[in-house]
Structure formats: C-alpha cells, structure tokens
C-alpha cells in the first residue's frame, strides 16, 4: 500500500470523478485508475461504484477513507518534524477563524508568516466558533480565532484570549437611530433585527443579553455570514449588534454604541495533543508581532 494511492483514492472521492481526480493529481486518467484498481486488489475490496454515470464510495471505501487520511496527515507531519530538525519549516498550517476576528490583522500576519516560511501550505476555513473549536480538537484545523460571549471558554483545547470588546448597534446611515445618541437595549427590542443563527456563538451573547434585561426581539433574517449580515443591514432590512471593532471595518453601515451591550471575548485555540512546526512558527509570528500567545 502506497501514500501516493492513498492520495487518489482522496481525489477521487473529493471530485466523485476519475478523470477530475487525475486532473488534480497531474497524472493521466488510465495511471490514476490502473493505481487504485492495484490498491483495491491488495484490500481485496472495491473502494468505489463505477457506472457511467457517477463514481461513489462503496461501504469498504467509507470505511478506508478516514483512515486514508489519518496515514497521509501522518507522513506529512512526519517529513515536516524532520525538516524542523535541520531548520526548515514546512508542511501544512490549517487556520480557522470567524469572519468578525478583530484582535488580529489575520491576512497581514498570512503574508508575514508566507514571505518566511514560503514551504508551507495554508489552508483557511471560515466558520461559526462551536464548529471551528471541534475541528480543532479533531486535529483538522492547527489553531482558529474565535469570538464567544464572556459566560463561556473553549473547552478540550489550549486557550488564549486575545481581546475583549463590547457589542454596537450596526444599523443602515439613513437610520433613525443614526441621528441620536447612544442606545440602550430597551431601544433596540422595538427594531427588527439581522443576526446570526440560533444558538451559535456571536448569537448567543445577543439573546443572553435581551433575556438578561428582560426584553424580547424580532430577528427576521438569520444569516451564516457576519459580511452578508452586514449588507442586509445596510439595505435596511433590519438592525445588528456586532463587536465594534469588526463594525469599524465595514462599508455602507453605521456604528451606534450601546450603553448596556454585551460583551465578546476573542480567543486564539490550539489542540492539546501538540502542535506542527508550521503552528509554532505562526504562533511565534503573532507573539512577535504584539498578539498575546504561548
């Protein structure tokens, strides 16, 4: 059993297609298929159903996949740990983060950690903060920046919080509120809002807030993407609570503070279990670079 089989086996399942699969891999179609069909025979199993029509994973190949993958990230942090030895730093640095991040300038620390380390590959997922701690525990993501309301703290993962910051109303310019000064959540309870899904991170600290105050609200829009939340609200469909300094980045809207809103704190997580040396190397980026990490 070979890695680089194990690699178009990966491709084929990602694409549901050899000759996709083969186009990634850089390698002909009839190599690819000749390789996986070998494979197959070693495992005495057909990883795949094959019609002319669609490539799916049989029950042995749902089964093979996870493992597959376990074996490729293994001998990819091996070669990186190796490499670590002699001073070179390469591999993989899987990053997750939540599109408010704040604390850090995420694309400028990218650009520095690329221009020293050009070996590694980066990878970047964007998601809800539940979702990107348990990729981190699962060892799919290296570290993610998150944003939780101050009653909770990343749990099964090593932790550091980076900034807190409290919650303005995000409203379109031609608002009401606009003209006025700052709020208080009884104000807002009267507006219909744009927020986050239920019982999410950054939509938890909103509702914890109102209920907390005793208040109820409208959220007509629940939308996954605080980027796209942000234009519904400048198209004046409805008003937001976000943390300030994401809204001090955004276009078409206007900041109006909030004399009781809740508060958000940041965290930057990494698994328990160790880290790659591509992972330490950003870490000691951030920390050289004024970010409060190990």
């Known amino acids: 059993m070979e890695l680089q089989q194990m690699r178009y086996v990966l491709a084929v399942a990602e694409t549901n297609s050899f000759t996709r699969a083969a186009e990634r891999c850089l390698v002909v179609q009839s190599a690819l298929s000749h390789q996986v069909a070998r494979l197959e025979k070693e495992l005495g199993a057909r990883l795949f159903e094959r019609t002319s029509r669609r490539v799916r994973l049989t029950p042995a190949g749902e089964a093979f996949l996870p493992l597959a993958r376990q074996c490729l990230d293994a001998a990819e942090r091996a070669a990186a740990e190796v490499a670590a030895t002699v001073g070179e730093v390469r591999g993989r640095l899987a990053v997750g983060l939540i599109p408010s991040v704040a604390a850090v300038d995420i694309p400028g620390a990218l650009r520095d950690f690329h221009r020293q380390y050009p070996d590694v590959r980066i990878s970047l997922r964007v998601g ?37 910051d409290r919650l303005v109303a995000v409203v379109a310019p031609d608002h009401p509120l606009v003209k006025g000064p700052a709020v208080d959540l009884r104000r807002l309870s009267s507006e219909v809002f744009v927020d986050l899904p239920a019982k999410t991170a950054g939509r938890i600290q909103s509702d914890q807030a109102f209920a907390a ?38 276009s078409g809207v206007t900041a109006v503070d909030v004399t009781d809103a809740p508060a958000r704190v940041e965290y930057l997580i990494w698994s328990r279990a160790g880290r790659t040396p591509a992972a330490t190397a950003f870490l000691d980026l951030l920390r050289a670079g004024g970010a409060t990490c190990p």
């Open 213 to 250: 105050a005793g208040l109820g609200r409208d959220v007509a829009f629940e939308v996954t993407n605080a980027d796209f939340l942000a234009r519904l609200v400048g198209q004046g469909l409805g008003i937001a609570l976000l943390p300030s300094g994401y809204a001090a980045q955004l």
């Open 128 to 164: 809800a903060s539940e979702e990107l701690a348990e990729q981190v525990r699962d060892g799919a993501l290296d570290l993610a920046f998150l944003g939780l309301p101050t009653t909770a703290r990343p749990e099964g993962v090593e932790a550091r919080e980076l900034a807190r």
